[in-house]
Every structure is written in structure tokens, then in C-alpha cells.
């Protein structure tokens, strides 16, 4: 139905032309409702892939089971040759929800989740202020995330992501509640972090790969470099895009 | 579907027809050749009833423990296998339940006669209660729990009860008792006569029979009920490919 | 060690949270409150002393015991907000831990209630233990874990099932009557001071044991109920 596209924009450093994330024709039923039908398809790494699709297509749920959340009633899921449970140092997942305590400021939030990463005696996973500092948002904020906007709420998310440093991010609608400005800023965000370097594993350099669901195809073309289309919980296009270069997605949007 | 061959459905009947008949041999047994019990009278004859069905209701919670280990250990290696087991602990679970509900009335109906009330807060009695308890909560479990989960936290649940009987068994024990040492087993003064055994492994032999056959039964409409909802699934997806894009 | 500071990270994290709203504590010390007046009053223990000491100790119990599993759906419904939960699964940390922490952090906002709740009780039932006292403070926190222990673990396991309120009470009491029967025995037995302390000792090692094998039990399986869907 649908071939794996290795287009890749020049700026990524280069890699290895292997397929990070692998799903092989993959159903997910709620009952005898299919959020998905026999996704066959594939992530090479490095790449940063659009999903789009109206509500209820199965961009969610296809997300979710490569986060792991989800375990397909058919098909299998590899990511990084592994089952998806085995990758959570490498894969971060920000859902439409916040995924934050109310009660919490951003910082203690940010600072317990990373505090989750923690391996051995190292605390140095991730820099929470930093993170902060990305998205815009001041750190020394004294405020629940509660009290924040749905935007505020998006970013602080969106720096719980990224501060785990992770090689596949995963974000569902990741623009939805942000004005014009902080959309275009995070865009930046985005195609700034594909740039990040990565510890090499294995001998073998890594890059970020990024998918993303969203309905702003505008914000959305100019960072990624495949897109994929879903509808009735199936992929019913895939394609490349063409023209850019990430680095060009913000001044384009500059 | 699975293939249900005849010799399969002839050896189901030969089984119904087996069970029955040993009960009936159990039931003339009991009733009819036995002496009656010097000290309790023909009450007594519910000994064959009561006894076996609270032996083998203590047996099929380690079928149901098993067969959810064995779901536990099958949930991501296999998950086919696994939803066999689970139809195997859901069976026993609710087998453990009728008998265990029957323990428990004909050792009502024993009680109010011999000890002169129906109830007592006694080891066995509440342990025995407390089985009960444990495999409806399971069952209510399987009954609330969303759907793609049942499986797997009710064979979790499984585990926690068959971690629990023996814990319940021990603590009650030297609390109080009134109930009779364990009839088998039990020390010098246990034991029965053995005019009275004929009658009782007629009927053990009865009820065991009887119980994996409706086990059985049980289990060969679960899995046709799985069966049916995994084709409907495969259709389910099926169908919407033919769906033109 | 690493293990440790997990759990501590999130222990730290659910008592900030409840400091933060203080709800679960609250209720649970109302609801207590109410459960200890509703049972003075019918059996007006002050004008039968004997009977007092004997029946408060199953008094104490059901009404903590009632309390706590108000706090115990709280206390991952908490979680469930904001769907904080999937984070907390996608997280590389081990899903004991956080189990682990979410008890210790009942197990403390029970024990703050019996605290206050322990003074309220003397005055209202006019209890004077026969009994060697200082043995509750063993007997307390062992039966309070036994609770909350298998309370924290089946709140978790009935989170995304219908009718979740109803179904902790239903899973736990059952799991709980031995840990029940210890504890009710041995609080009695030091009111009454009627109990041979080896009896008592006997229940108190056996609700121990309650502890330790279902506190292994729930650590081991606690990774499977939470990813269960």
C-alpha cells in the first residue's frame, strides 16, 4: 500500500539509512471498532514525518502504539529493533493532554519527571531550566501549572518532552493550542532539536526522528519531510516532501 | 470455528452419561445401603454430599491459579495460548463458585440439625465463606473491568487469591473451631467407618466427574464465544479494507 | 539504592500534591470522625465500659479502614488527571517504585488520621486499656499497611473499569478479612488486656507476615496491572 519514503533533509546529520520505528500490518479494535487496519509502514531514523487525518482517522491511536501505551490486537511494532516497552529511555510521548500535575509548579514538574530518568546516580538527564528556557516560559514562575493557559500548559508539555533528551519524540497535536507566534516558535523548536546531537549507540551515529499528528498542514509542511495521510484507521497516503531543507522552515516562517 | 468432530461430541455425551450414572450409583449408596449414623440419623447421609463437593471446591481454585499463571506467563509470548488459559480460569473460577455455594448450604442444612444453629464463625466454615467471597469478587472483576483488560487483571486477581486462601486457612484455624477435625487426615479420633465408604468415593467419584464435565461444557462455549469474537475482529478489519480509497 | 530514590522521588511528589490540596486527608478524617459518633451513639459505650473495650477495637478498624478507601481512589484519580499516568508508564523508572511510593504516602496520611483520630476515640468511647498501650504502636502502622498495602494496588487495578468506587471495597475486603481478623484480635486484646500477650505476639507476627508476603506480591505484579489494557 505504501512504501517507506527515505527522503531526508540535508541538514540532519548523516546516519545510518535504518528504520527506527517499524510497524508491521498493525490493528488496533476497541470492540468491533478498528481505530486501526493493517498499518503496514516505517520511520527511518532521522526523519520527521506529519501525520494528518481528521478525528477519529487513528493518528492518536497509531502514536500511542508506538509509544507503547497501546498494544496492537494484530501486527507487531518494533522500535529500534526492540519492543517499543524497551525503548522508554529513547522515547518521549507528548499527547494532547498535558500529562502535568495541576498542583505543581512547571519547574517541581519538570523537575520529578526528570528526577523518573534518573539512571544510576546521575541526575544530569536533562536540564529542566534549560528546557524551560526553550519553550519560552520562565522557570522561576511560582504558579500551578493549574493556574497556566491551555498555551502555557502546551509548552511546559512540550519541555517535559524534550528534557529527557530523547531520539523519537512523538507529539500529538502538538500546535493545537497555541497562538500564531508561539506555533511558529515551536516549529523553530522543533526543527532546531532535529539538529541536537546524539550520542552515538552502538558505533552507529543516531539523529532525531520525529511524528507528529496535526491539522496546521501551513505550520506543518515546512518541517517535516514525509507526510502521511490516515483515514478510517488506515494510511491512505504517503509521501515525500519535497522542496525543503529544515533549517529553511524557519526562515520561511522568519 | 473450531472442528467439533463427532467422536469428540460421542466422548463429551459418554462422560455426561458416566457422571450421571456414578451419581446415581452414589445416590443409592448414600441413601439407601448405608447404615444410618447412631448419633445424627439420616441427617448424617448428607455427609456424602456435603464432604466431596468441599473437597473439590478446594481443588478448582488451583486449576484457576494455574491457568492464570499460565495467562500471566503466555499475555505477550502467546497471546493464543493465552486466551485459552484464561477461558480455563474463568471456568474453574465459576465452577469454584457453585460448588463452594453448595458447600456452603448443605453445611447449613447439617449444621442447623447437628450443632442446632446455621451458622458459626468457625475456621472452616469461614474460610470455606471466604473462598466464596474471594472467587465472586473475581467474578465481578471480569464482569466490571473494561474490556481489552479483564484478562490480565483478573488472573492478577487470581493470584491474589490464591495467595490469600491459605493465609485465611492458617489465621482461622487456631482462632476458634467447632467444625470436626478434617475427616481424613485429621489425627487418631478422625476417620470414618468403613461401611460409610463405599458410599463416599462413589460419590467423590460422582461429583468429581461431574464437575469436569460441566468444566468442560463451560470451557468449549468460552472459547466458541472467543473464537466468534476473533472472527468478528478479522472481519471487522477485513471488511474495511475492501473499503475503495 | 537508585531503586530507593525512585520511590523516595515519588513519595516526595504525592505528599507535595496532598499538601498542595490536603482533600484526601480532610475526608478521611471527617468520614472517620463520622463513622466513630455514628457508632458511639448506638451503642453508647460510656455507660458500658466492658463492652466498650470490646467492640472498639472492630470499631477503629472498620471506620479506618472505611476512610482509607475514600482516599485510596483519590489517590490515583490524582494521577489519572491530565492522563499523568501514560507519562508515568512511558517513564524508563521502574513502575514498582511508584506503587511503592504512592503506599508509603498513604500509609502516612492514615497514619496522621489515626493520630488525631486515637484522642478523639478515648474521650468519646471512655476507654482506659487494660492492656499493655504501647503495643498499638506496633500494631497501628503493620494492620494500617496491611490496608493500604492491597488498597493502593487494587485502586490501581480498577482504575479504567466502570463502577471503580464500587469495585476497590469489593476486591479488598475480601483480600483483607485475615489481615482484619489480626488486627481487630490484637487491638482488642490490649484494650481488654483479656489476651495472653504470646497470643498477642502470635497475631502480630502473623499480620507481619500478611505484610511482607503481600507487599512482595503486589511489587511483583504491579507492572503488569498498570500496562494491562
Known amino acids: ?254 | 470455528m473450531e472442528q467439533r468432530t463427532p467422536t469428540l461430541r460421542g466422548v463429551a455425551w459418554l462422560w455426561f452419561g458416566l457422571s450421571t450414572a456414578v451419581l446415581a450409583i452414589g445416590f443409592r449408596q448414600a441413601i439407601f445401603l448405608v447404615p444410618t449414623d447412631a448419633a445424627q440419623g439420616n441427617v448424617g447421609r448428607i455427609f456424602y454430599y456435603h464432604v466431596p463437593i468441599a473437597m473439590l471446591s478446594l481443588i478448582f481454585p488451583y486449576i484457576n491459579f494455574a491457568a492464570s499463571l499460565f495467562y500471566l506467563y503466555w499475555r505477550r509470548r502467546d497471546p493464543l495460548k493465552a486466551l485459552t488459559a484464561d477461558a480455563l480460569a474463568l471456568t474453574t473460577a465459576e465452577v469454584t463458585v457453585v460448588y463452594s455455594s453448595i458447600c456452603l448450604l448443605t453445611g447449613m442444612l447439617w449444621g442447623r440439625a447437628t450443632w442446632g444453629i446455621w451458622w458459626t464463625w468457625d475456621p472452616r466454615l469461614t474460610s470455606m465463606l471466604l473462598l466464596w467471597l474471594l472467587y465472586v469478587s473475581y467474578l465481578m472483576l471480569r464482569r466490571f473491568s473494561s474490556t481489552g483488560q479483564t484478562h490480565t487483571l483478573a488472573a492478577v486477581l487470581s493470584v491474589f487469591a490464591a495467595v490469600d486462601v491459605p493465609i485465611v486457612y492458617m489465621s482461622i484455624r487456631w482462632w476458634r473451631t467447632q467444625h470436626p477435625a478434617p475427616v481424613f487426615g485429621g489425627g487418631p479420633d478422625s476417620g470414618v467407618d468403613p461401611s460409610m465408604l463405599p458410599a463416599f468415593y462413589w460419590n467423590l467419584a460422582g461429583w468429581t466427574l461431574w464437575g469436569i464435565c460441566i468444566v468442560l461444557f463451560r470451557f468449549a462455549l468460552e472459547r466458541r464465544r472467543q473464537l466468534a469474537e476473533q472472527e468478528a475482529a478479522l472481519q471487522a478489519i477485513e471488511a474495511s479494507l475492501e473499503i475503495p480509497q | 539504592m537508585n531503586y530507593l530514590r525512585h520511590v523516595l522521588d515519588h513519595l516526595r511528589k504525592d505528599l507535595r500534591l496532598e499538601w498542595r490540596s490536603r482533600d484526601s486527608l480532610n475526608g478521611m478524617l471527617f468520614f472517620s470522625l463520622l463513622v466513630v459518633v455514628v457508632f458511639g451513639l448506638a451503642f453508647d459505650p460510656t455507660s458500658y465500659p466492658t463492652v466498650a473495650r470490646q467492640i472498639s477495637g472492630g470499631i477503629l478498624w472498620v471506620a479506618l479502614l472505611f476512610a482509607s478507601i475514600t482516599a485510596l481512589n483519590q489517590s490515583w484519580a490524582r494521577e489519572q488527571r491530565n492522563n499523568v499516568l501514560e507519562a508515568q508508564r512511558m517513564a524508563p523508572s521502574p513502575a514498582s517504585a511508584l506503587f511503592l511510593g504512592k503506599a508509603i504516602a498513604n500509609l502516612l496520611f492514615v497514619l496522621v488520621v489515626e493520630a488525631v483520630l486515637a484522642p478523639i476515640f478515648i474521650v468519646f468511647f471512655n476507654l482506659h486499656a487494660l492492656g499493655s498501650i504501647w503495643l498499638l504502636a506496633l500494631i497501628m502502622p503493620l494492620g494500617t499497611w496491611a490496608l493500604v498495602v492491597n488498597g493502593t494496588f487494587f485502586a490501581a487495578l480498577g482504575l479504567r473499569a466502570r463502577n471503580r468506587e464500587l469495585l476497590l471495597p469489593l476486591l479488598l475486603l475480601p483480600i483483607s478479612l485475615p489481615a482484619l481478623l489480626a488486627m481487630v484480635q490484637a487491638t482488642t486484646g490490649v484494650l481488654t488486656g483479656d489476651l495472653d500477650p504470646i497470643q498477642i505476639n502470635t497475631w502480630i507476627k502473623q499480620l507481619l507476615g500478611y505484610d511482607i508476603i503481600f507487599t512482595t506480591v503486589c511489587i511483583l505484579l504491579f507492572e503488569t496491572v498498570l500496562n494491562a489494557e
Open chain 1, 1 to 254: 500500500m505504501q512504501t517507506a519514503e527515505t527522503t531526508r533533509s540535508s541538514s540532519t546529520p548523516p546516519t545510518d539509512v535504518a528504520d527506527c520505528i517499524v510497524l508491521d500490518s498493525v490493528s488496533k479494535l476497541y470492540g468491533s471498532f478498528a481505530a486501526l487496519r493493517n498499518v503496514t509502514t516505517s520511520f527511518c531514523t532521522g526523519s520527521c514525518t506529519v501525520i494528518f487525518g481528521e478525528n477519529g482517522a487513528g493518528k492518536s491511536t497509531l502514536l500511542r502504539v508506538i509509544a507503547g501505551l497501546i498494544t496492537p490486537t494484530r501486527g507487531t511494532v518494533t522500535v529500534f529493533s526492540g519492543h517499543p516497552h524497551q525503548q522508554r529511555r529513547r522515547v518521549a510521548y507528548m499527547s494532547h493532554s498535558p500529562m502535568l500535575y495541576d498542583e505543581l509548579t512547571a519547574m517541581e514538574n519538570l523537575n520529578y519527571f526528570s528526577s523518573l530518568h534518573r539512571d544510576g546516580g546521575c541526575a544530569c538527564v536533562g536540564n529542566p531550566e534549560m528546557a524551560l528556557r526553550a519553550v519560552g516560559l520562565d522557570p522561576k514562575l511560582n504558579r500551578p501549572v493549574g493556574q497556566y493557559s491551555q498555551g502555557m500548559r502546551q509548552r511546559t508539555s512540550l519541555a517535559r518532552v524534550l528534557q529527557s533528551d530523547p531520539e523519537v519524540l512523538l507529539l500529538d497535536e502538538p500546535f493545537s493550542n497555541l497562538d500564531a507566534a508561539s506555533a511558529k516558535h515551536m516549529v523553530e523548536l522543533l526543527a532546531d532539536f532535529r539538529t541536537w546531537p546524539v550520542a552515538p549507540v552502538n558505533g552507529v551515529m543516531g539523529a532525531r526522528t520525529i511524528v507528529f499528528t496535526t491539522h496546521q498542514s501551513a505550520l506543518a509542511e515546512p518541517l517535516a519531510d514525509r507526510t502521511l495521510t490516515m483515514r478510517n484507521g488506515q494510511i491512505v497516503e504517503s509521501q515525500p516532501v519535497e522542496t525543503q531543507i529544515s533549517t529553511s522552515a524557519t526562515e520561511a516562517l522568519g
